[in-house]
């Protein structure tokens, strides 16, 4: 079981985007030795699609083809090897923010949205900066609705919650 954290904790996902494209490149260091994995990726909710990646020397590395991007405002990713084990980031999966203009890849954790949930309630509770806890419940509300889950995981369940949250908030705020 330690094995399995540790490799866990060794794998390195970096994306980029192509130059003059809104595709975007993905690179998996893996601590692995194999030679083919496959990638799944979401640009929304439970939307997945997948491909199978080889290894190009030490790392693995796809291009995904960007979907509308002026609708594009995240992607999730996972990847199973040929044996089954499957890497999701502990159940978080890779979440990565997208932005064209400017072009920005930002990873985050549906923990870290908690940690904005919990600071715009203390914002709210307090009616001290108030403004900005209506910025950040406004920013969770554009981005929650479309971060990848995987159906029935903890990940649904967590994106479902903060989503609930958020909008009593807003409610609050509009009391």
Not at 4 to 16: A, E, G, K, N, R
Not at 90 to 117: C, H, Q
Not at 128 to 135: K, M, Y
């Amino acid at each position: 079981m330690n094995a399995i954290l540790i490799m866990m904790l060794m794998t390195s996902v970096d994306l980029y985007y192509v130059k003059d494209s809104p595709d975007i490149l993905v690179r998996i260091t893996p601590q692995r030795q194999d030679q083919s994995l496959t990638l799944y990726y979401s640009f929304s909710k439970n939307d997945w699609d997948s491909l199978v990646v080889e290894r190009k020397g030490e790392i693995f590395e796809a291009r995904l083809k960007s979907p509308d991007i002026q609708s594009l405002k995240v992607v999730g990713i996972y990847f199973v090897y040929a044996d089954g084990a499957k890497d999701d980031n502990n159940g978080a999966l890779y979440l990565y923010e997208l932005s064209i203009y400017p072009r920005l890849l930002m990873p985050f954790t549906l923990k870290d949205f908690s940690v904005m949930v919990e600071q715009a309630r203390k914002k709210i509770l307090s009616r001290t900066h108030v403004s900005e806890a209506i910025r950040l419940l406004d920013y969770m509300a554009n981005l929650l609705p479309v971060v990848p889950y995987i159906a029935g995981t903890q990940s649904e369940s967590e994106r479902d919650n903060l989503l609930i949250e958020v909008e009593d908030l807003k409610n609050k705020i509009d009391r």
